[in-house]
């Protein structure tokens, strides 16, 4: 694949990543006076002597925190060749009502590299241009407290890559990490679509464990998607803060396969 035709991947990739992390996270620094609404029932439950558990997302006002995302993507055809991502989020949360929250989310941090490409001016150019254009990009988002994204706004940058990623953005990130109604216990699954793409992901609570004196939920999420010929498949292993419904992390693989070009994708995730 020529140089400009993988780094026309880049931005959608990222839209794809900064989706998936950005719904299920919530905050992990709470500004001085803030206060987690009431939300009846929030983490664990004992109903009729089974441990049940309630999966809400639930900042105050003024929370704010990061996430360090860290991606390598190589083709089948190509292993020598690979596609690095580092990037940061910041993501703070200026307004949280009964059941609207607002969520505001910049890029900080964003380098691309590319390993076994022949680094020449024009891909370097290419590189910074992409930089430059994420970080000078605002989303902000507006969800209820089960992770159902229901107005995406982009401003700053680009305007054609901020409407790309209001296009994209929005139909991935409505309901990724969506969490269930209802109490749910270890073993469950449940099910949701993932926005205009309607490409169906499966969650399962595969255990709950006290991580530095907190209890954590360990999700597992499983999705298989064949639209506009692109076919994809993706596993992931998420630990969630059963207080806040924040992710503490994330391991995402994936594989993805458009005009018979079949590449792979690992993403780790992590609370900064």
């Known amino acids: 694949m020529k140089i400009r035709s993988k780094l026309k991947v880049i931005p959608p990739v990222f839209v794809l990543v900064t989706g998936c992390v950005l719904v299920g996270a919530m905050g992990s620094q709470a500004a001085s006076g803030s206060a987690r609404l009431p939300l009846p029932p929030l ?11 309630v999966l809400r997302l639930n900042p105050a006002p003024g929370d704010h925190y990061s996430l360090f ?7 089948a055809d ?25 969520q505001k989310s910049r890029i900080t941090t964003y380098e691309v590299t590319a390993p076994g ?5 024009q891909l370097v150019a290419e590189f910074k241009k992409t930089s430059d254009a994420m970080k000078a990009v605002t989303i902000i988002e507006v969800m209820n407290h ?57 969650f399962k609570l595969s255990a709950v464990k006290t991580v530095n004196g907190r209890q954590v939920a360990e999700l597992s999420e499983n999705s298989d998607q064949d639209k506009s010929g692109i076919q994809s498949t993706s596993t992931s292993t998420m630990e969630i803060d059963l207080a806040t419904g924040m992710i503490n992390s994330d391991e995402i693989s994936s594989t993805t396969t458009m ?7 690992v993403l780790t995730i992590q609370r900064q």
């Open 43 to 53: 983490g664990h439950e004992t109903q009729n002597a089974t441990d049940t558990y």
């Open 69 to 75: 995302i860290k991606m390598n993507m190589t083709e």
């Open 78 to 102: 190509m292993p020598a060749t690979t596609i690095k991502m580092i990037m940061v989020v910041a993501i703070s949360y200026p307004s949280v009502a009964v059941n609207e929250i607002v």
């Open 117 to 121: 490409m022949a680094q020449s001016d």
């Open 146 to 202: 089960q992770g159902l994204v229901t107005k995406t706004t982009v401003t700053g940058g680009d305007p054609r890559m901020a409407k790309a990623i209001q296009q994209f953005g929005g139909a991935m990130t409505s309901n990724i990490a969506r969490f269930p109604a209802h109490p749910i216990k270890i073993g469950d699954t449940w099910q949701v679509t993932s926005g205009n793409l309607h490409a169906p992901i499966t």
């Open 259 to 265: 005009q018979g070009k079949s590449s792979k994708m």
